[in-house]
């Protein structure tokens, strides 16, 4: 018999992860039937990259007021609210599709509420862990709290297919009201344990105490900086469809296969790590998670065989999830309660900002020089920042908890 990780022996985390997990499923269903949607009206890819570009935008934009905001009012309650937003934009998605008045510009406002609601969620969301489980538990939450995201980027989109083919996009948009409810009302039974009252500050001066904590703390900007050289220069996403199509010639199929390679990875990567809490050295594990992402980048854009190339994939996704995780716990851990919303806003900046300008620059360097050799190219640099970080500063390496 399989038995849950001890963690989920606290029934308020327990319960965090189940709505937060369905909510995730509904929110990737609702991106892939945005894409899918705005593809079919419009026939333009040009137009299909607008709604990433408007994601990005609403989160650099709103991020730092986001974290202040998490760290000034009652973060259950913030997080109750922004899933509403998102709620409300899904469920004008599904109506206005299910009338048959649905068009790209409709489409583009819903983006950025959850784009603008999604500043708000994500850090009051994560700062409140720490409230749900014990300190020496902090690192095990992440654990399983990381690989939800990709189980939801695994099962999302496969619901949106079969949703789309069997009832149109109107479905899925219906079926994501019903995940934003389950999560409002499943914050509402959650147990939180009392936290630091909010910091009486302004907002300006809540935001510049937040990254002024962030420059003070060379361990966390460090991982910060991580972080962003891995997900800015090994953006590897936008070149699957052509490696798939140009490379190994294996087509959409194929294609569908290396695009879900990271993730299953991420969730093998996120069970290894669970298993490895209690390794102290933590500093030497996220550099040498972040050294193996960094080689895995290279050997994909030169793999010989395709089936050597989907593990290759996968294990990106393996060795992303150890970094990321133990990047996020040791984050939590090393920040106070009162500042973590606002770390967490930053973190989250740098954590998908990085993939949506990594994206882009990837994409023009694989233009100019071509698939293989961009990755390589980017890949290398991520190997090569990790290295000197190994072998010039100890902050990152000599980190033990």
């Known amino acids: 018999m399989i038995s849950l990780p001890p963690v989920f022996r606290y029934p308020g ?37 607008i709604v990433s570009l408007l994601e990005g935008l609403a989160l650099i934009v709103l991020g730092p007021i986001g974290g202040s905001v998490a760290d000034r009012v009652d973060r259950r309650r913030l997080v109750q609210v922004a899933q509403a937003a998102s709620l409300l934009a899904s469920l004008a998605l599904a109506a206005l599709t299910l009338a048959g008045r649905i068009s790209p510009p409709w489409i583009y406002a819903s983006v950025l509420v959850v784009g603008a609601a999604a500043p708000f969620d994500v850090p009051a969301r994560q700062s409140l862990i720490p409230a749900l489980v014990p300190r020496d538990r902090i690192v095990d ?34 079926f994501d009201v019903a995940t934003y409810a389950a999560l409002i009302v499943t914050f509402a039974y959650i ?14 001066s809540s935001i510049a105490e937040g990254f002024g904590y962030v420059k003070s ?24 469809p052509a490696l798939a199509r140009d490379v190994f010639h294996v087509g959409a199929s194929g294609y569908g296969l290396l695009a879900s390679a990271p993730a299953v990875g991420s969730i093998l990567g996120a069970g290894a790590t669970y298993r490895l809490r209690a390794f102290a050295h933590k500093g030497w594990l996220v550099l040498a998670a972040t050294a193996l992402y960094g080689t895995a980048g290279i050997a994909l854009g030169y793999a010989p065989a395709f089936l050597i190339a989907l593990v ?10 150890v970094a990321v995780t133990v990047r996020q716990a040791v984050t939590q851990l090393e920040t106070p309660d009162r500042l973590r919303g606002r770390v967490s806003a930053l973190y989250q900046m740098v954590a998908r900002g990085g993939p949506a300008l990594g994206q882009a620059q ?40």
């Not at 997990?21 to 269903?29: K, L, N, Y």
């Not at 290759?312 to 999830?321: E, I, K, S, Y």
């Not at 290295?387 to 033990?400: C, F, I, K, Q």
């Open 312 to 321: 290759l994939a996968g294990a990106l996704g393996f060795f992303d999830a």
């Open 13 to 49: 985390f327990r319960l965090y992860w189940l709505g937060v997990t369905f909510s995730q499923i509904g929110s990737r269903a609702t991106v892939a039937a945005n894409l899918w949607q705005v593809q079919d009206l419009t026939d333009s890819t040009l137009a299909v990259g």
């Open 362 to 401: 990837m994409g023009a360097l694989a233009a100019a020089i071509g698939g293989p050799l961009a990755l390589a190219i980017g890949s290398a640099l991520t190997l090569g920042y990790t290295v000197s970080l190994s072998l010039g500063g100890s902050t990152v390496r000599d980190y033990e908890d």
């Open 217 to 240: 703390r060379p361990l966390i900007w460090q991982l910060m900086a991580l972080d962003f050289v891995a997900t800015f220069f090994g953006a590897y996403r936008v070149l699957l």
């Open 141 to 174: 939450a992440f654990a399983v709290v990381v690989p939800s995201r990709q189980l939801a980027v695994l099962l999302g989109p496969s619901l949106a297919g079969v949703l789309i083919a069997a009832w149109g996009a109107g479905a899925v948009y219906a």
């Open 191 to 204: 147990g939180f344990e009392k936290m630091d009252p909010p910091a009486p500050q302004k907002l300006w």
